[in-house]
């Protein structure tokens, strides 16, 4: 009731109320260039006070000249808007992204975009924009009371010292696999006993038959799988003609190409200490994997006929046979170098139990990655076997070994884009490009554990890089799945891209977390 | 720095800002910017009748509710129909409901999102001139209630509840 005494107080005495001019906009933003690493990355920093948001569609960052590649931009929430009765995609805490500049630009402009309301109240789009060099870290328009410098980027390895390993985890896992990890972890149960004890737990013999069913499945994986077609096109190729036992013979061989391969890229790993899967980040590997599809496919064609006799030095009547046995071999070490992009729970556990018993003076563990590779190799014999079944060969036949000779040619032009990605992405700096996403996930990594640490919140670390059939596969399904995300949002999550993970940096980091391939998940819960 | 005002008008001030809605406290108070016509009379483009323009000085003798708004803000959307409704209740008693939208943006464009709230009151493209004769609006939605003279009587900053706008309204027409 005084309100309205007042208004109309003031209405009668005619005074006119004079028109209030409202504080600023509660946001505020900061961008720093940090130049610690091989390539200066661009960090920019947001204060969104309690009861206030920014809409993440509308946080747009920008620099003059160039792109800014995301290396770390946190996920923001969803919450349902009242007013609009919409979900909406919001910022409700601080929050930093982090970015690299696709091209070098010293000084770069750098324009922040953005949009806030709180519960009532919406504040007009703001704008601003940084010039920030290298020489001049807390640049431009910085707010006053608010100099960052480079120091803020610690070390990541002194702040581990603050956080116990809760949980590691390899592979493809779909939702509940996922969930059910991240819930062991945090109640204490994530550690499984080391591969040593698991295997004089279950003893040798079931590991054995164990790690045979696990290489089985390694068919399965996003790497082999689309290769099957392929193999069965060649083995069919030389089966076609023959008995069931030479389909037998040649599945055999191709197998045999397969696991002795697999147990050399294994007894690499445990010997060398290199990440397994490592090859498919390199170009040449890429672009040889693409040149032999091409080669392939065009035999397929009949543009050309792969005459191996040629290698064998021999004349025999029976070289051209002894020829195909060997490209069927070939066929098979190619199949499982492409496997090694694939790293299952189990290969992870092969080669952790391979290099314990190897550390025990019992070399015949070395011997565990070729029961592995033994075991992807099973089906195939009986593949080839089944291939010799098909009617003598006819008209019909030449229009299978065509539609093979397509989906290889499709396989020649997916590696030749790999290799030419890998190429691009490595090209800016020659020198010092390759270590840029590295050395920007390092900060992303040292960022993300005082994140948590302030918060008091578990880390959850996702180990990834492109080449990472199996980790493309898991954004695309698991870290989409909404319950997955949810369950997240407990975490203070951070994406570690190993793109080169046998060179330092990555190298560095992947040892200390004792990651041997892709992907790789590790939780990591602060010190009491 | 700003001047400050008088004694007398910072204690009323504070009595008023008791009674506004949580953050509308109007914070570095300016003075009404002075002159001999209308200080905050402004002649805008009307979005919902473009062929007659929008003048604040064509309202005289009423109550008017000045409403900045947004289209891309949701609290601003959210208390559209409530002003609606009021304009239809209390037009008959010489009052009228202002809209004046902030958005970026060629006229038309922004008519066109407008006249998709099917508003019944009349809307004008508040421009920075405007937004500045208003103290520099910085968030919407704010409201500022005009008494039959032009004069300021109250201003909120926010959604305010329907129930309180219709009392500060039916408070002023009775005056």
Redesign the interface.
Known sequence: M???R???????L????????????PFSVDAVMDTRGAAPVIRVDFKVPAGHFLYADDVKIEASGTTLVPISVPDPKTVF????GENKRVYGDDFSSVYRLEAARDPVNVTVSF?G?????????ESKTFTLSAGQPAGGEAEPGAPRTAQSFDDWKTRLSDFDVAGSESGYLNTDKLLAFLDGSLSGGGKTDDALSQFHRRGALFTVLLILLGGLALNLTPCVLPLIPINLAIIGAGAKAGSKARGFALGGVYGLGMAITYGMLGLVVVLTGSKFGALNASMWFNAVIAVVFFLLSLAMFDVITIDFTRFQGSTAPGANRKGHFAAVFVMGAVSALLAGACVAPMVIFVLLLAGALYGKGMALGLFLPFLLGLGMALPWPFAGAGLSFLPKPGKWMTWVKYAFGVIILAAATYYGYEAYRIYQADKPAPSSGVEAAPQASDVALAEGLSRALEEGKPVFIDFWATWCKNCIAMDKTTFKDPAVRQRLEGFVEIKYQAEKPNEPPARDVLDHFKVIGLPTYVVLVPKK | MIKKPGPFLASLLILLSACTPPGGKPEKPTPAPSGETAPLDFTIQNLVNPGEPLSLASYKGQVVLLDFWATWCPPCRFELPALNRLYGELKPKGFVVVGLTVDNGPAEQVAQAVGKFGLSYPVGLAGRDVQQAYGGIRAVPTKFLLDRNGNVVKQYQGVVPEDQLRADVEAVLAL
């Open positions: 005084r309100m309205f007042t208004t109309a107080l003031l209405a009668f005619g005074i006119a109320m004079p028109v209030g001019s409202w504080a600023a906009s808007d009242k007013f609009s949009q309301c709180s519960e009532t109240l919406c504040f007009f789009p």
